[in-house]
Nanobody, 124 residues
Framework: QVQLVESGGGSVQVGGSLRLSCVAS????????MGWFRQIPDREREGVAG???????SYADSVKGRFTISQDSAKNILYLQMDSLKPEDTAMYYC???????????????????WGQGTQVTVS
């Protein structure tokens, strides 16, 4: 069992930056797949960024070059640094853990077992 709590969301101007944090408890990150997802009301939750146990990262094309996922295993925190934010980035952002995988992380929400409560990001 893993508990995830996101923070760092808020309102930001176009072109601004935010850093989202996801604090994990009950287990240690860095030993399995972790990811960030986002969701707009009435739309499917989409994968934004993922990180494997070896630190390898992947990104959705829409955020590539602007977002950076990272993890601090010592502090048990997952981060999403978001730069050059656009109005299209407005969404509820969730962190997630897939305890069944250490690599070959999935971009699909259905493959993740544990989720945070979400943090709202609004860009205008």
């Amino acid at each position: 069992q893993v508990q995830l709590v996101e923070s760092g969301g808020g309102s930001v101007q176009v072109g601004g930056s935010l850093r989202l944090s996801c604090v994990a408890s009950g287990d240690t990150i860095g030993r399995y797949c972790m990811g960030w997802f986002r969701q707009i009301p009435d739309r499917e939750r989409e994968g934004v960024a993922g990180i494997e146990s070896d630190g390898s990262t992947s990104y959705a094309d829409s955020v590539k070059g602007r977002f950076t996922i990272s993890q601090d295993s010592a502090k048990n925190i997952l981060y999403l640094q978001m730069d050059s934010l656009k109005p299209e980035d407005t969404a509820m952002y969730y962190c997630a853990a897939d305890l069944s995988r250490k690599w070959h992380c999935s971009p699909l929400q259905s493959d993740y077992d544990f989720w945070g409560q979400g943090t709202q990001v609004t860009v205008s």
